[in-house]
């Protein structure tokens, strides 16, 4: 009886850790124009490699989510242009449930798909170490299944399922170079009628190696009794959207691209979701590489000619279509509210707001969300012993960034122990290289310092611009995004957008004081650039710590 009261209790916990907001809407970025149309990206934030499925007059969205945790945060829209975050598939941890204080750079969660069959939500992904999962709910915001290894194997990637009229069930993937030693190529294999298990080998059933390199992100759909497979091909910064169509799930494919930069500023434009409205129109979501930010969110028009589809505006009728940077907002028979996901944080609340990710797998000893109080207490946790930076640190609570120019603002009390020092907390923007305002207790008190750290990834230390003592632990600490206008240049022959932040910090909240130096804001592994807190103390044996009350965290 204890066990079956303790399996209900943890599927409570499941479904409750993030709660939507209401109509939460940015300062800094808002898609929706209030004028019948819409500017991209539709999303200006991470939502890297981002999937979507509409059941009755819902749309769902989820997007990969590599080692952050909660993972494969699901956002919520009715009109595909004004969206919130309502949920996340994985709440908190990621097999194979290791020592949390492990992050998992680059890893676990990549390209997935969310699908609805049969009355329940399913969430296939591909771990490239492990092999593709799956996880389904019969509703979105919770509780969901524990994951489930369909098809154990490495390099196994990009996964997406195809229920047919017979009833049999497909798996479509891509593979991984660095795991598997092979790329460029697609393949499918069947799985059982409940999806959670692979039932054959897969079979190779297109190469891009010739005409289509990097081909990847696939996702299986079936019109009018072709079979189609979306994929995106000619790598992140520079690709193209390909379409793959056969009669035989198994080929062979014709093939055809379908959407390319063209004369837009949209660098590969590619891997999404195709989606309808109940009017009967077609739409695509793809991603945008723009470096510091990550892959940000657009949302292009589609229609079907001659059984292919055409992404964005044709404007030379090659059946290759642009990106629209404005467009008419999609026709879903109603007019709904402007939202967007939710950014700043007052800590009302008692459990993990849905904008925040940790670095790794949870622990539940790292922070108190203590809403009748009005702040998040976040505990000093011990770093790793071979600690050499907060590239290592998993206690990192960070959100994505939401717009090309930004301030974020937050004001926290820092109360370390009075038994020892170096306990450490304050405002970071994380990336391979990061920076930040960093309050740490020393032998000589309290002390504020703007830091940064070049090749964090690559065992790269803290270097300090400056420093000034503090007499009391309440502080305003700012950073602010801007970008330049200015494109760095990519082996690949893309861009990343040149994106400066400078910081300040106040003793009031109302005069500020710009400290340090300038950084350039640096993505991360495989996501964006993130902001956020912590709260560390060193890697000694003691039975209690201090903590950072986190009082808000301000976008502006």
């Not at 195809?162 to 798996?171: F, I, P, Q, T």
């Not at 739409?283 to 059984?307: C, E, S």
């Not at 993505?523 to 709260?535: D, V």
Request: proline letters at 6%; charged letters at 20%.
């Amino acid at each position: 009886m204890r066990k079956q009261t303790l399996i209900f209790v943890l599927s409570l916990l499941t479904s409750l850790p993030i709660v939507a907001q209401g109509n939460y809407v940015s300062k800094v970025w808002v898609a929706d124009q209030g004028n019948g149309t819409y500017k991209n990206p539709i999303l200006y934030a991470d939502y890297s490699d981002p999937d979507a499925c509409r059941v009755g007059d819902d749309y769902y969205m989820t997007s990969s989510s590599f080692g952050c945790l909660p993972a494969l945060q699901i956002l919520h829209s009715k009109d595909l242009v004004n969206w919130t975050i309502i949920s996340a598939a994985v709440p908190y941890a990621l097999p194979p449930i290791e020592a949390v204080e492990r992050p998992e750079h680059g890893n676990r969660v990549w390209a997935p798909c969310i699908r609805h069959h049969n009355g329940e939500f399913y969430i296939f992904w591909g771990d490239p170490d492990q092999g593709a999962f799956m996880v389904k709910a019969k509703d979105p915001k919770g509780p969901w299944t524990e994951p489930v290894l369909v098809k154990p194997g490495k390099g196994i990637i990009d996964t997406s399922p195809l229920w047919d009229e017979d009833g049999k069930v497909y798996l479509v993937h891509g593979y991984a170079g660095s795991r598997a030693e092979l790329k460029s190529i697609l393949a499918i294999c069947e799985l059982t009628p409940d999806a959670t298990k692979a039932i054959t080998q897969s079979r190779i059933i297109f190469d891009g190696h010739d005409n289509h390199t990097t081909v990847e992100g696939p996702k299986f759909y079936k019109r009018n009794e072709y079979y189609y497979i979306f994929a995106p091909a000619g790598g992140v910064p520079t690709g193209w959207q390909l379409a793959l169509r056969s009669k035989n799930v198994y080929g062979p494919y014709e093939e055809k691209i379908v959407l390319a930069k063209g004369n837009t500023p949209i660098n590969g434009p590619h891997q999404g979701a195709w989606v309808d409205t109940p009017t009967g129109e077609d739409w695509f979501f793809h991603f945008q590489d723009v470096g510091a930010y990550g892959r940000i969110v657009h949302l292009q028009p589609m229609k079907w000619v001659n059984d292919w589809p055409v992404m964005g505006v044709d404007k030379d009728g090659d059946g290759c279509g642009e990106p629209v940077l404005t467009y008419k907002k999609p026709n879903v028979g109603k007019t709904y509210p402007i939202c967007t996901p939710q950014e700043s944080d007052e800590f009302d609340g008692f459990t993990l707001s849905p904008q925040w990710q940790w670095h790794a797998n949870i622990n539940e000893k790292w922070a108190y969300f203590a809403g009748d109080k009005g702040f998040a207490r976040l505990y000093s946790y011990p770093v790793t012993e071979n600690y050499k930076s907060l590239w290592d640190v998993a206690n990192l609570m960070l959100q994505k960034t939401p717009a090309e120019n930004f301030t974020a603002t937050m004001k926290l009390t820092f109360k370390p122990s009075d038994k020892y020092t170096g306990e450490r907390t304050g405002l970071v923007v994380m990336g391979m290289d990061y920076a930040g305002l960093i309050l740490e207790n020393t032998d000589k008190g309290l002390v504020l310092s703007q830091v940064e750290c070049k090749k964090a990834d690559r065992g790269g230390t803290e270097s300090v611009n400056q420093s000034i003592d503090l007499k009391d632990g309440t502080i305003y600490l700012r950073v602010n995004f801007k970008a330049t206008g200015e494109k760095i240049g990519k082996s690949e022959g893309g861009y990343d957008l040149l994106v400066m932040c400078t910081f300040s910090y106040s003793l009031d909240g109302k005069n500020y004081k710009k400290m340090g130096a300038p950084f350039q804001a640096k993505e991360g592994k495989w996501i964006g650039a993130k902001i956020g807190t912590f709260c560390t103390r060193p890697a000694i044996k003691t039975n209690d710590g201090g903590w950072s009350e986190v009082d808000w965290f301000r976008i502006s």
